[in-house]
């Protein structure tokens, strides 16, 4: 009788789980996942604004190298040879300058020769601004002198002393077809001036210091350390760009 009794509480069946338990379950699992794709997209978005800014700080930095004027490849002085520089800006304003002389396009357009001067001024302001505000003839300056307006007038002198050029300068624009560097400067002062609001321009600042770098050495000219560092914040810009851009796949959250 014992023995009967023990099997009859071993056969005692337990009751099934209430079927709504599980429903409240997967609807709190589905409420989670739904916060988290939330989350997820939040987060792409503050990674692309960080990216974004980062890339726009990058991109101050050939432009400010431009227009300060810093020269890039450098040649010591030798005996009976004066020291020579490669300064981007001035070698564009050069060239296109020279250009202007002899083309046929500006001869029969004439507007052209004063568009190009305006243009040309307008890039040498920002130097002659700093030159008198913080550079080496701050101290000497008096208040008139450090305004947009009487650096604007300066750049008259200096224009004609940029166009006419030193020894070197004459030899890089005179350079035969193709000239490297002139129109690696070509390209680096554009790209430069733009990289800021065109993204993707920094590759073109990349090929410009490229260009330079090469096309210079022919003139027994090494490199400065502005022109490292210009390209490979560049190479940092484009990598930042890229990583904005980049999407993360985000899966959606599936109904039961």
Known sequence: MGQAKKDRTKEKVKPDPVDDDDDDEDDEEEE?????????????????????????????????????????????????????????????V??????????????????INGYLNMTARGLLTP????????????????PNDKTWSKAWKRTSSSLNRVAEGDAAMKALVSAPFPNVPLIGSYLLVASALLVFLVPGL??????????????????????QPELYVMGVLSVVGIICMDAGNKKIEIAKAKRR
């Open 32 to 92: 989670e996942e739904v916060e988290s794709v939330h989350a997820k997209r939040k987060k792409e978005k503050s990674r692309k604004a960080f990216m974004k800014m980062c890339r726009q700080l990058l991109a101050f930095v050939p432009l400010l190298t431009v227009v300060s004027q810093q020269p890039l490849m450098f040649k010591e002085r030798q005996s009976g040879v004066n020291a020579a520089k490669l300064v981007p800006l001035q070698l564009a």
């Open 94 to 111: 050069s060239g296109a300058i020279k250009w202007a002389k002899t083309s046929p396009t500006t001869l029969r357009n004439p507007a």
């Open 127 to 142: 130097f002659e601004y700093g030159q008198y505000n913080w550079g080496k003839k701050s101290k000497r300056a008096v």
């Open 202 to 223: 920094e590759y073109v600042v990349v090929v410009g210091c490229g260009m330079i770098l090469q096309g210079a050495r022919g003139f027994g000219m090494e490199p």
